[in-house]
């Protein structure tokens, strides 16, 4: 129901930052709740971040906290992730995800995704 497409990946050192945005299309974010997962090479896809409709309800998975940061502009129709700190083990294929309706934070409860940006953090 809802396009998605993941952008702002690329290579970064160890330490530094860099942001994704998804933006989305044929409808509106306002009523989704969004989400951002990882999944590396032989690893199934994980959590990383999520937040609700308006914005002001915010989750992030333990191996990110105070490092990531998730966020919306709802009027460009849009969802970012702030990676600072970067360390090599978060090197993934990062998915942005949308859901109607919040059910947890596992991959499944998630039915509409992006194709995904590649972050690679070297040492």
């Known amino acids: 129901q809802v396009q998605l497409v993941e952008s702002g990946g690329g290579l970064v050192q160890a330490g530094g930052s860099l942001r994704l945005s998804c933006a989305a299309s044929?409808?509106?974010?306002?009523?989704?709740?969004m989400a951002w997962f990882r999944q590396a090479p032989g690893k199934e896809r994980e959590f990383v971040a999520v937040n609700s409709w308006s914005g002001g309800s915010t989750y992030a998975a333990n191996v990110v906290k105070g490092r990531f940061t998730i966020s919306r502009d709802n009027a460009k129709n849009t969802v970012y992730l702030q990676m600072n700190s970067l360390k090599p083990e978060d090197t993934a294929v990062y998915y942005c995800?949308?859901?109607?309706?919040?059910?947890?934070?596992?991959?499944?409860?998630?039915?509409?995704w992006g194709q995904g940006t590649q972050v690679t953090v070297s040492s």
């Open positions: 044929g409808r509106t974010l306002s009523t989704y709740f």
């Open positions: 995800a949308a859901t109607l309706k919040y059910g947890g934070t596992r991959a499944a409860d998630f039915g509409s």
